[in-house]
């Protein structure tokens, strides 16, 4: 399997709920981001970690919890989410942080919370 | 910092019609720009993107973009719409490969093609 996978592709969560998405990446890249994106709003950045490092969380609540066990793997662990926490989560991974090559995106999650 | 500025966040096209998005950037240094598509529900796809040498670079989908430096622009074409043209169409750009750079995207383009 190549390219950047997420799982799941839809999530619906009650508040009160802990779950986790799940990214991997069969590239070879050593960065790996996750983007919120909602409707009618640009893309935002969330977090970017290189060589599973955290190297940016751009001021993103705690509920959102982000970890990164090897450069392949990408979690996204969320818990007493809020309904406008409602998006589609994308994944996108690259070769590292200087962004020349730009990013491969996977699918995303489509997440709902009730 | 770099920054992309996309104007008119829908755009509505006749098929067979020309296809045409604006993409303006902002970066302090040499940029690598770069065009994404994103269906419904779906990832955003790499369509093209310029590092250097030929200003205009041919993508999929028979999309092409121009790189104009004095113009700052990358606007992105091509001949004629096709009703699988319809999605959201974003515009990056990035520091050259020099450094940390995030991509910066523009707001996005939401394409519909009237058959």
């Known amino acids: 399997e190549t390219g950047v996978t997420q799982t799941p592709r839809h999530l619906v969560m009650g508040m009160t709920n802990k779950k986790s998405l799940k990214c991997e990446q069969h590239l070879g890249h050593n960065a790996m981001y996750w983007y919120k994106q909602s409707a009618k709003k640009p893309l935002e950045l969330m977090f970017v970690?290189?060589?599973?490092?955290?190297?940016e969380n751009n001021s993103v609540p705690s509920r959102f919890s982000p970890e990164c066990p090897n450069s392949s793997h990408l979690f996204l662990h969320l818990h007493t989410l809020q309904p406008e926490d409602s998006a589609l989560y994308l994944c996108?991974?690259?070769?590292?942080?200087?962004?020349?090559?730009?990013?491969?995106f996977g699918s995303g999650t489509r997440l709902t919370v009730v | 910092a770099q920054s992309v500025t996309q104007l008119g966040s829908h755009v509505s096209v006749s098929e067979g019609a020309l296809v045409l998005l604006r993409c303006n950037y902002s970066s302090s240094v040499p940029p690598y720009l770069f065009w994404y598509v994103q269906y419904p529900n779906q990832g955003l796809q790499l369509l093209l993107k310029?590092?250097?040498?030929?200003?205009l670079v041919k993508g999929i989908n028979g999309f092409e973009a121009e790189f104009k430096k004095s113009e700052t622009s990358f606007h992105l074409t091509k001949p004629s719409a096709h009703m699988s043209d319809a999605a959201e169409y974003f515009c990056?750009?990035?520091?050259?490969?020099?450094?940390?750079?995030?991509?910066?995207f523009g707001k996005g383009n939401q394409v519909v093609v009237i058959p």
């Open positions: 990056a750009v990035s520091g050259g490969g020099k450094g940390n750079n995030r991509l910066a």
């Open positions: 970690y290189s060589l599973e490092e955290r190297v």
């Open positions: 996108a991974s690259s070769q590292d942080l200087r962004g020349g090559g730009g990013y491969t």
């Open positions: 310029y590092t250097t040498g030929a200003t």
